[in-house]
């Protein structure tokens, strides 16, 4: 499936034990968001994500947490 990185939460600069860690929201195709992690990412590291990126993952969902991407790759 595939969306756009709609927001993004990073570690705050200089905590050392967070470098690279976070989290964010995706909207997909049909305009729903899906949480993923910095854990979920594959092919680039999270800090280099931005905000308004395209991105392909897969859509799963975690019942009573809601709707969720893993493999999360940017796409050109």
């Given at each position: 499936?595939r969306?756009?990185?709609?927001?993004?939460?990073?570690?705050?600069?200089?905590?050392?034990?967070?470098?690279?860690?976070?989290?964010?929201f995706i909207q997909d195709e049909?305009?729903?968001?899906r949480?993923?992690?910095f854990?979920n990412?594959?092919?680039t590291?999270?800090n280099d994500?931005?905000?308004?990126?395209?991105?392909e993952?897969?859509?799963?969902?975690i019942?009573?947490?809601?709707?969720r991407?893993?493999s999360?790759?940017?796409?050109?």
């Open positions: 499936m969306g756009v990185i709609k927001t993004l939460r990073k570690a705050k600069p200089g905590a050392k034990s967070l470098v690279g860690c976070g989290y964010g049909q305009g729903k968001d949480f993923f992690s854990a990412v594959v092919g590291e999270f994500l931005r905000e308004g990126l395209k991105v993952f897969e859509p799963f969902e019942p009573e947490k809601g709707l991407a893993e999360v790759k940017v796409i050109q």
